[in-house]
């Protein structure tokens, strides 16, 4: 017998919510309160994931998929996905695996390799639009708060954004990774 999905949605963005309600209703996923033999899944298209006891969906074209998985999602995906492609992370989901769009960790692949071969880290040059536009605001000396208000994000995602650029860079804070960034030519001051 077939476990039943129950699905959560933290999504902000209103458009994606209702198209991602709208390919739920035609997967006939549950999206009523759960029973107890129910899976709650959720979907967001925020960082960090939602407080929720089960899996968590990540629908974005900003994150490092690899780092996102990392994180703790179940799978990400981007917010152009498609109804198939919300079945399989679902089943996967439930299933407890980790799910990603094979072409964004190609990228994220290629570019770890090239940083290797210069002899950088890894993720170095692996940066998202989003975590270089964050970059860019701490090199201007703006704060989590200051990050999330001229991006149009919530501040737990800046703080998502800030800790994996600390991360990628080696660094040991905000001005050490801008430093780093500066000095692997990442960003021009």
Known sequence: MTQ?????????DRLLADRIQGMLHELAVDREAPDTDALLIAIT???PPPEIAGP????????????ALRAGFAAVLPTSAESADLRIALDAAARGLAVAAL???EETADEALE???RGLPADAFHLTTREREVLSLLAQGASNKEIARKLGIS???AKFHVASLLEKLDSTGRTDAVAQAVRLGILML
Do not use: N
């Open 4 to 12: 039943d999905i129950i699905v959560e949605l933290a999504i902000e």
């Open 45 to 47: 298209d925020a960082l």
């Open 56 to 67: 968590t969906i990540l629908l974005s074209d900003d994150v490092d998929p690899l780092l």
């Open 103 to 105: 072409r964004a960790i």
């Open 115 to 117: 940083a290797w071969d």
């Open 155 to 157: 501040v737990h995602t």
